[in-house]
């Protein structure tokens, strides 16, 4: 049996059909319109809460929980708006530079004051530092070789004469008697002369010389 549909009128919406009318095999197949509707799903942040939920039109329901952790405030805004906020806080540091005798100290400085450091910035030889501001050091270097020279006359008994300046060691000195290198120790290992402060003391009191015959050299 054929059947045949001559006028068809057309619905504003699924619940205005009471049935479709579908084909199996000879016989004619009415299917109600709720087979076909399926589940519909909507997402919202339900009232007072900062969960995302999703409700299915059959009563079904999944929500995901937000947990607001350390220093994190979760605030329901609106059905569709979550706002997250950071509370959090931390110290605050100063760098500054401090004169400390010949040091200067590099100062890290909390807001606390309970979680203070400090880098000292040592002066070794011939280093000079300087706090030129209080984030500023200055370095400066005299290190270099300085040579002074003395001259004296020997009269054959003095032994002890002063020199201009203040030798580091003995070590620091090269002695000529009228242009004759003198050595520091004799044969046996006696120092021939020593030095204390500024004054040169010789173990034997040098013999006569021509004025200025005696020369120091200082090297420090």
């Known amino acids: 049996m054929a059947v045949k549909f001559s006028q068809f009128t057309t619905a504003s919406q699924l619940s205005d059909i009471s049935h479709l009318v579908g084909y199996k095999g000879t016989a004619n197949v009415q299917i ?5 509707a399926g589940t519909t799903y909507t997402i919202d942040v339900p009232g007072g809460t900062t969960n995302i939920n999703l409700a299915g039109s059959d009563g079904s329901n999944d929500a995901i929980t937000l947990t607001q952790g350390s220093n994190i405030t979760l605030t329901h805004v609106s059905p569709s708006e979550i706002s997250i906020a950071s509370t959090a806080t931390g110290d605050t540091y100063d760098l500054n530079a401090t004169t400390d005798g010949s040091n200067v100290d590099l100062n890290l400085t909390s807001g606390s004051g309970t979680d203070n450091s400090v880098v000292q910035f040592t002066a070794g030889t011939g280093i000079t530092l300087t706090r030129t501001g209080a984030q500023e050091i200055t370095f400066a270097s005299a290190a270099g070789t ?51 402060g500024t004054t040169l003391t010789f173990a034997t009191a040098p013999p006569t010389t021509a004025a200025n015959g005696i020369e120091v050299v200082i090297t420090q």
Request: charged share 5%; aromatic share 8%; glycine share 8%.
């Open 32 to 36: 109600p319109p709720s087979l076909l």
């Open 146 to 196: 300085t040579v002074v020279k003395d001259q004296f006359t020997g009269n054959n008994s003095t032994t002890a004469f002063t020199l201009s300046v203040t030798p580091t060691a003995a070590a620091n000195l090269n002695i000529f008697i009228s242009g004759v290198y003198q050595n520091s120790k004799d044969s046996g290992g006696t120092a021939n002369y020593t030095v204390a």
